[in-house]
């Protein structure tokens, strides 16, 4: 059986984003989303830093969303709990940064994506970097947050 880490590798190398390598690899060990094209969909807009703008990497995205479904709170939140799942997601945010450099798409592929041609001119460095950065996320969603465990 594929491991969910090798499957979010193979997703990324066949062409979907970053956000939805991560998030359609997991997302079934939580309520919520139904089913892979439900995650494959909600997930896509925030691949490329958000709609290929390079704002914040799609890997941080598609692993907050899941930390979200593993964490997230839906029934009267108390104000304490919500900071609890703040600093949990600034935790996460602050690990990623220590991996990568940056949470920011732009910083961490070191080039321009933001246009067809320039996304067809990056393919070294996002074959190099984002590959890199998508598999910090998954070893810290599955070592250090636990996303495995219910």
């Not at 494959?40 to 907050?64: E, N, P, W």
């Not at 949470?103 to 041609?117: A, G, H, L, M, S």
């Not at 070294?124 to 219910?150: P, T």
């Amino acid at each position: 059986m594929e491991s969910r880490k090798s499957a979010v590798l193979r997703d990324l190398m066949s062409g979907y984003s970053c956000s939805q390598s991560i998030f359609a690899a997991y997302f079934d060990l939580f309520d919520g989303i139904q089913d892979r094209e439900a995650a494959l969909k909600v997930s896509l807009v925030f691949g490329g830093g958000l709609a290929g703008t390079q704002g914040v990497c799609g890997a941080v995205y598609g692993s907050v969303m899941l930390l979200g479904l593993k964490h997230g709170i839906v029934d009267n939140p108390s104000e304490e709990d919500m900071w609890d799942f703040n600093y949990l997601i600034r935790d996460f945010l602050k690990d990623f940064e220590e991996k990568n450099g940056s949470i920011y798409c732009k910083d961490i592929v070191r080039c321009d994506i933001t246009t067809p041609e320039a996304f067809a001119k990056a393919k070294d460095n996002i074959e190099e970097y984002c590959v890199n950065a998508v598999l910090s996320a998954v070893d810290l969603l599955e070592n250090k947050y636990n996303i495995l465990e219910k």
